[in-house]
């Protein structure tokens, strides 16, 4: 009985404490559950709040398009190739230089040639000028002197034919007559005066040799060439001040220069006429035809013919 008092006195105890346990855990469980609800509740208020007060601003960055430096595109979006314009057709005209640098260098070559020629044959300069200025041109121990120096007497012929074209081109060129380069008129000027000069050389020599008056035609020849020389000398300044004078100096040079050569054509021929008719006793007239036959026709035809050619060549 004792035992039975026992058992049931146990159990009756330990439904006591078992019920007591589930109650404590129930009580501590509750507790629990608020604070995580409370916890919820207050990140999702910092939330709101954070979201609430901290407004996004969206910063846009302009766009920049770096050219590609790898490849050939960068010379695409170059100011200086405008691939992506429209194309654009245009006939540009020819550039005309008026620069005056190769004129400078020739003409100082001119008269660098005439220093040379002036340092090396000085006798023979002197003897030119001196024969050229006496009343009479029959001199014959100056014309002996002058005859022997070859050499002093082809360069001058040939600064003379240097000067004389150049001064040729620029009068040309002054009065407008022919719209072409200057180094183009001054090659043909050039050509046809040593053109003219050496057939009138050889037309000379070739009439005395069959007239059988040698001395006549070499003393006309001789006077010719003397007064050619003389030419050639004295356009040099002439040119200088043609070249790069102002306009009215230029025109003063111009016209000073053009009596000059006039004088001298004049000169050459009367003393021309005066050897010839103490050799051949020819009359003034027949000398005037040998002059419109042999010295002024050929010039005209030369000029036409020129000036045909040039102007077809525009």
């Not at 109650?23 to 609430?52: E, N």
């Not at 000069?197 to 009439?207: Q, R, T």
């Not at 419109?292 to 050929?298: G, H, I």
């Amino acid at each position: 009985m004792k035992q039975i008092l026992l058992i049931l006195v146990s159990i009756f105890t330990f439904g006591i404490a078992f019920g007591q346990k589930d109650s404590l855990a129930v009580d501590t469980a509750k507790p629990t559950v608020v604070m995580k609800d409370t916890a919820k509740t207050s990140v999702d208020q910092r939330d709101s709040v954070r979201k609430d007060s901290i407004v996004p601003v969206v910063i846009k960055k302009a766009v920049v398009q770096e050219p590609d430096t790898l490849t050939y595109e960068k010379y695409y979006t170059s100011a200086w190739l405008p691939f992506h314009q429209p194309p654009i057709f245009e006939i540009e005209p020819e550039r005309k230089s008026n620069g005056k640098d190769l004129i400078f260098y020739l003409l100082t070559g001119l008269v660098t040639a005439l220093a040379c020629i002036r340092l090396i044959f000085p006798k023979y300069l002197k003897n030119l000028f001196m024969l050229f200025m006496q009343t009479s041109i029959r001199q014959k121990q100056t014309r002996e002197q002058l005859l022997q120096n070859n050499l002093a007497s082809v360069f001058l012929n040939i600064l003379f034919v240097a000067s004389a074209g150049i001064y040729i081109t620029l009068f040309i060129q002054y009065m407008h007559w022919v719209d072409i380069s200057f180094y183009r008129m001054l090659l043909y000027c050039m050509s046809i005066l040593f053109i003219i000069y050496i057939g009138k050389y050889l037309f000379l020599a070739f009439s005395g040799w069959v007239f059988n008056v040698p001395e006549a035609t070499n003393a006309y020849t001789f006077i010719v060439f003397l007064v050619n020389k003389v030419l050639g000398i004295v356009l040099i300044p002439f040119i200088l001040m043609i070249t790069f004078s102002p306009v009215p100096i230029k025109q003063i040079a111009i016209t000073i220069s053009a009596g000059v050569a006039i004088v001298l054509f004049m000169y050459r021929y009367l003393i021309s006429f005066g050897v010839i008719r103490a050799n051949l006793k020819v009359s003034a007239f027949h000398f005037f035809l040998y002059l419109c036959a042999v010295e002024l026709l050929p010039l005209l035809l030369i000029y036409k013919l020129l000036v045909n050619f040039v102007s077809g060549g525009i």
